[in-house]
């Protein structure tokens, strides 16, 4: 494993340039000199790598663990750098297949991409169903009557299946596929329209954004309620991402060097930081303002909150401009697994769900307690490193055998992907 | 997500918070419980108080209290171990010999917040308690309820009992570890405190205590038993709990901790 084969799995060069590693060569590399097309870059695939792990460490029950995950501390969480990067790497990626091959090539590729979300979906949906009758036939403490009544779709599974199918019925923690699936589906719309002005496009974007807070628009969800996470509201994450790549990051260069900026974003940090502090210590909430506190909550998450949203970007800002792109601790052995977990992220993502979901059955039939709980967190973030080299080793060994031109092609999937 | 942390780190910091006194406070009052419903203090504290059940008693009037709960308020086929029963039996011996305590239970089975509230203000009119303890949560959250929606119908609900002339207490959904992954509580639980602090309605933290429980090795609350055993051992804790509850939020104990 060199710093070269992670930049395969990233870059459209492919492995040929590859080899010569670093970021100069790859810039020369005559698919990327494209214009409106930034580099990619393996911070990107870092901070998903990090997303994909804190997503798994939240969606595991409470445990000490959870103290490291970014939500404890702020008001964002790894959901928001998941679904930027997200928009970020496939408008990099299929942006410039449409460059290149045309609207038509690059929409029938990014459906490609969307039926292999929708399938990984559909089979942690199937993980869900074996778990659930599980539970429901070897299930019968009398303390829990109640709580069982979880099953009664187990009497309709037509209905529930079809509805699971539609995206309606997404059990809990399997929200952010779906949002994924109809933020891919509006991709060649986003594309196709920042092709044509990406500014105007973002703006688009916001005021979508706008609109759904102001008409409180949502997608509905079976059997009641909605979505949980509202793609009416994040699609405005993933055209931002999709807008800094494309040339938008270029152009704000000079802003986020600014110290102006800088000192902006460490204000808001350290004042998000004191109200997330309020909710753990009631203590210091008397000295909270009632009036800043009736505006401010609740901080809505399905919504995305304007809170959120600037609370990322200010997260992002620092991150830019204190970790360089050619930052040598990129190729530091420690932050391998990071990176190359989130160089496979919809498979990664995947394994991080259902790893949760094992890891549920685990404390729950084995044992509980602290130390299984460390044990299952580790071991999930272990299997989830392991995968990952498997998969870059299908990648980059077991593959290889296809022409040139296709194994781009592949990879470029891979690296658009969520 | 951020409700979930929010609530375990209240409750973890409620235990600097909690004031001393309250554990000495409870040893003294009545028959020891058993070692299994130990709890630490914070866990039963409350910063609003029961007027109209402490004036009641005062003035030594009998004390109607009314259950409105759902399945998970009864143990079936065991009812006489459920908590509303349990808790009947531990104010009987923890109050004056002299004050009359009777607890009658509504089960409002499958029903929503918002269903159950609607039933509210004849229930009220037909019942006449002093105390209503409104445990809900439960069917909303296997519905996932819209959590706008179910606090909505929480505060109507509370509105319209404190309307008919009742002290209120909410409780929580229960800790169900196995179904944890399914059923999404931490909404629910956030938006049931803030009404709770909103109309200055003492929280019975139902799901927290249970947690704790289970945390601490007193109940295993994963067990797949069929039998009725651990329930009514729960049920009796949590009774025991309840009751220690109302007694120090209308400040009936006989060491009145709060200042």
């Given at each position: 494993?060199?710093?070269?084969?992670?930049?395969t799995?990233?870059?459209?060069?492919?492995?040929?340039?590859?080899?010569?590693?670093?970021?100069?060569?790859?810039?020369?590399?005559p698919?990327?000199?494209?214009?409106?097309?930034?580099?990619?870059?393996?911070?990107?695939?870092?901070?998903?790598?990090?997303?994909?792990?804190?997503i798994?460490?939240d969606?595991?029950?409470?445990?000490?663990?959870?103290?490291?995950?970014?939500?404890?501390?702020?008001?964002?969480?790894?959901?928001?750098?998941?679904?930027?990067?997200?928009?970020?790497?496939?408008?990099f990626?299929?942006?410039?297949?449409?460059?290149?091959?045309?609207?038509?090539?690059?929409?029938a590729?990014?459906?490609?991409r969307?039926?292999?979300?929708?399938?990984?979906?559909?089979?942690?949906?199937?993980i869900?169903?074996?778990?659930?009758s599980?539970?429901?036939?070897?299930?019968e403490?009398?303390?829990?009557?109640?709580?069982?009544?979880?099953?009664?779709f187990?009497?309709?599974?037509d209905?529930?299946?079809?509805?699971?199918?539609?995206?309606?019925?997404?059990?809990?923690?399997?929200?952010?596929?779906?949002?994924?699936?109809?933020?891919?589906?509006?991709?060649?719309?986003?594309?196709w329209?920042?092709?044509?002005?990406?500014?105007?496009?973002l703006?688009?974007?916001?005021?979508?954004?706008?609109?759904?807070?102001?008409?409180?628009?949502?997608?509905?969800?079976y059997?009641n309620?909605?979505?949980?996470?509202?793609?009416?509201?994040?699609?405005?994450?993933?055209?931002?991402?999709?807008?800094?790549?494309?040339?938008?990051?270029?152009?704000?260069?000079?802003?986020l060097?600014?110290?102006?900026?800088?000192?902006?974003?460490i204000?808001?940090?350290?004042?998000?930081?004191?109200?997330?502090?309020?909710w753990?210590?009631?203590?210091?909430?008397?000295?909270?303002?009632?009036?800043?506190?009736?505006?401010?909550?609740?901080?809505?998450k399905?919504?995305?909150?304007?809170?959120?949203f600037?609370?990322?970007l200010?997260?992002?800002?620092?991150?830019?401009?204190?970790?360089?792109?050619?930052?040598?601790?990129?190729?530091?052995p420690?932050?391998?697994?990071?990176i190359?977990?989130?160089?496979?992220?919809?498979?990664i993502f995947?394994?991080?769900?259902?790893?949760a979901?094992?890891?549920?059955?685990?404390?729950?039939?084995?044992?509980?307690?602290?130390v299984?709980?460390?044990?299952?967190s580790?071991?999930g973030?272990l299997?989830?490193?392991?995968?990952?080299?498997?998969?870059?080793?299908?990648?980059?060994?077991?593959?290889k055998?296809?022409?040139?031109?296709?194994s781009?092609i592949?990879?470029?999937?891979?690296?658009?992907?969520? | 997500?951020?409700?979930?942390v929010?609530?375990?780190?209240?409750?973890?910091?409620?235990?600097?918070?909690?004031?001393?006194?309250?554990?000495?406070?409870?040893?003294?009052?009545?028959?020891?419980?058993?070692?299994?419903?130990?709890?630490?203090p914070?866990?039963?504290?409350?910063?609003?108080q029961?007027?109209?059940?402490?004036?009641?008693?005062?003035?030594?009037?009998?004390?109607?209290?009314?259950?409105i709960?759902?399945?998970?308020?009864?143990?079936?086929a065991?009812?006489?171990s459920?908590?509303?029963?349990?808790?009947?039996?531990?104010?009987?011996?923890?109050?004056?010999?002299?004050?009359?305590?009777?607890?009658?239970?509504?089960?409002?089975?499958?029903?929503?917040?918002?269903?159950?509230?609607?039933?509210?203000?004849?229930?009220m009119?037909?019942?006449?308690?002093?105390?209503?303890?409104?445990?809900?949560?439960?069917?909303d959250?296997?519905?996932?309820?819209?959590?706008?929606?179910?606090?909505?119908?929480?505060?109507?609900g509370?509105?319209?009992?404190?309307?008919a002339?009742?002290?209120?207490?909410?409780?929580?959904?229960?800790?169900?570890?196995?179904?944890?992954?399914?059923?999404s509580?931490?909404?629910?639980?956030?938006?049931?405190?803030?009404?709770a602090?909103?109309?200055?309605v003492?929280?019975?933290d139902?799901?927290a205590?249970?947690?704790?429980?289970?945390?601490?090795?007193?109940?295993?609350?994963?067990?797949?038993?069929?039998?009725?055993?651990?329930?009514?051992?729960?049920?009796?804790?949590?009774g025991?709990?309840?009751a220690?509850f109302?007694?120090?939020?209308?400040?009936l104990?006989?060491?009145q901790?709060?200042?």
């Amino acid at each position: 494993m060199t710093i070269a084969d992670q930049v395969t799995g990233s870059t459209i060069a492919g492995p040929a340039d590859a080899k010569s590693a670093g970021t100069r060569p790859r810039a020369a590399a005559p698919a990327i000199t494209l214009p409106a097309i930034g580099e990619r870059e393996l911070r990107l695939d870092l901070f998903r790598g990090l997303a994909l792990w804190l997503i798994f460490i939240d969606h595991l029950p409470t445990s000490l663990l959870t103290w490291f995950t970014i939500r404890n501390y702020g008001f964002s969480d790894a959901t928001e750098i998941f679904i930027f990067i997200s928009g970020y790497t496939a408008a990099f990626v299929y942006g410039r297949a449409m460059l290149e091959s045309g609207v038509v090539i690059a929409t029938a590729r990014i459906l490609r991409r969307v039926w292999q979300i929708y399938v990984a979906h559909v089979f942690l949906f199937t993980i869900f169903l074996a778990e659930i009758s599980y539970v429901a036939t070897s299930f019968e403490n009398p303390l829990y009557t109640e709580e069982m009544g979880i099953m009664d779709f187990l009497k309709q599974p037509d209905v529930t299946i079809v509805q699971a199918l539609l995206l309606r019925f997404r059990p809990v923690n399997m929200d952010v596929l779906p949002l994924y699936i109809v933020l891919m589906l509006a991709l060649p719309l986003i594309l196709w329209s920042m092709k044509w002005k990406p500014d105007v496009t973002l703006g688009l974007s916001v005021v979508l954004y706008a609109v759904t807070w102001e008409y409180d628009l949502y997608f509905s969800a079976y059997p009641n309620g909605f979505w949980a996470f509202n793609p009416l509201a994040w699609q405005l994450l993933f055209v931002f991402g999709a807008w800094c790549a494309l040339g938008g990051a270029r152009r704000m260069s000079r802003i986020l060097a600014s110290p102006v900026t800088m000192w902006i974003s460490i204000a808001y940090l350290v004042a998000a930081f004191y109200v997330t502090m309020t909710w753990y210590v009631p203590q210091l909430s008397h000295l909270m303002p009632k009036r800043l506190e009736q505006w401010m909550y609740p901080i809505d998450k399905t919504d995305l909150d304007v809170l959120r949203f600037t609370h990322f970007l200010a997260l992002a800002a620092l991150t830019v401009r204190f970790l360089p792109r050619d930052w040598p601790g990129l190729s530091s052995p420690w932050l391998r697994p990071l990176i190359l977990c989130g160089q496979h992220s919809l498979e990664i993502f995947c394994l991080g769900v259902f790893l949760a979901f094992a890891g549920h059955f685990v404390l729950a039939e084995v044992s509980g307690g602290p130390v299984m709980h460390a044990l299952i967190s580790l071991s999930g973030i272990l299997i989830m490193w392991a995968v990952a080299w498997v998969i870059s080793w299908y990648k980059r060994v077991a593959d290889k055998s296809g022409s040139k031109t296709k194994s781009a092609i592949g990879s470029a999937d891979m690296a658009g992907g969520g | 997500m951020k409700a979930k942390v929010l609530l375990s780190l209240i409750l973890l910091c409620g235990g600097f918070a909690a004031p001393p006194a309250r554990a000495d406070a409870a040893a003294p009052a009545v028959p020891v419980a058993p070692a299994a419903c130990e709890l630490p203090p914070y866990l039963l504290a409350t910063e609003s108080q029961l007027h109209k059940v402490a004036d009641a008693v005062k003035a030594g009037k009998p004390l109607e209290i009314l259950v409105i709960g759902s399945r998970s308020t009864t143990i079936p086929a065991s009812e006489d171990s459920s908590y509303p029963a349990r808790m009947q039996a531990i104010l009987k011996e923890k109050l004056p010999p002299s004050e009359a305590v009777h607890v009658s239970v509504e089960i409002q089975s499958k029903k929503t917040a918002e269903e159950a509230a609607t039933t509210f203000v004849k229930l009220m009119e037909a019942k006449r308690p002093t105390l209503v303890i409104w445990q809900t949560g439960t069917v909303d959250a296997i519905r996932a309820i819209d959590p706008d929606e179910f606090r909505g119908a929480l505060t109507e609900g509370v509105a319209a009992l404190q309307n008919a002339g009742a002290d209120v207490i909410l409780m929580n959904l229960q800790y169900s570890p196995r179904t944890e992954t399914m059923i999404s509580a931490p909404p629910y639980l956030d938006n049931m405190r803030v009404v709770a602090q909103e109309h200055d309605v003492p929280l019975f933290d139902r799901f927290a205590i249970m947690r704790q429980w289970n945390d601490q090795g007193q109940f295993d609350l994963f067990s797949p038993s069929r039998g009725p055993e651990l329930a009514k051992q729960v049920h009796d804790c949590l009774g025991r709990a309840l009751a220690q509850f109302v007694i120090d939020a209308a400040h009936l104990g006989p060491v009145q901790p709060q200042n």
